[in-house]
């Protein structure tokens, strides 16, 4: 796994400016998994990173962080590919995420990829005005993460 500190230097190699320092979120078997989470100006970062057997978990992985994403949502749900191609991962993925209720409305632009039997997620979520800038900074990660 990427250690906090690879995870604090790709996000600064990709111009996300991170208010604070990255917090390691506690859970999971730390042989089988990491996450980190930061905060930007308007934005919520984190990152989830899985060991897999395969490849072929891959969209398992993908599957099943839509599904949470769709059980979270209090109101209307969407989740749209967008094309993006992660610079050194073997397969990758992005989506873009909206939950529009009658309250509050959210939205994310999350990034999935696969390489050496790793499984990284890295979401940046906020209001769903600030979807733009969620998308941004996904594109910024994809191009620099290997």
């Not at 989470?37 to 490849?55: C, F, H, I, P, Q």
């Not at 939950?99 to 209001?127: K, M, N, P, W």
Request: charged share 20%; proline share 2%; net charge positive.
């Amino acid at each position: 796994f990427k250690s906090i500190e690879e995870f604090s230097s790709l996000l600064k190699n990709a111009g996300i400016s991170v208010s604070g320092a990255l917090q390691q979120i506690k859970g999971g078997d730390p042989a089988t998994y990491r996450a980190y989470s930061w905060k930007t100006d308007s934005l919520y970062g984190s990152a989830e990173m899985r060991k897999v057997s395969n490849a072929g978990q891959f969209e398992a992985d993908v599957n099943q962080y839509l599904s949470r994403a769709k059980a979270r949502c209090k109101g209307e749900f969407a989740a749209v590919p967008s094309p993006v191609k992660a610079s050194g991962a073997a397969q990758s993925k992005a989506y873009e995420i909206a939950c529009v209720g009658s309250t509050s409305s959210s939205s994310a632009s999350v990034l999935f990829t696969y390489g050496d039997q790793i499984t990284t997620i890295v979401a940046h979520e906020g209001r769903a005005e600030a979807m733009d800038l969620a998308i941004d900074a996904r594109d910024r990660i994809s191009s620099k993460i290997n």
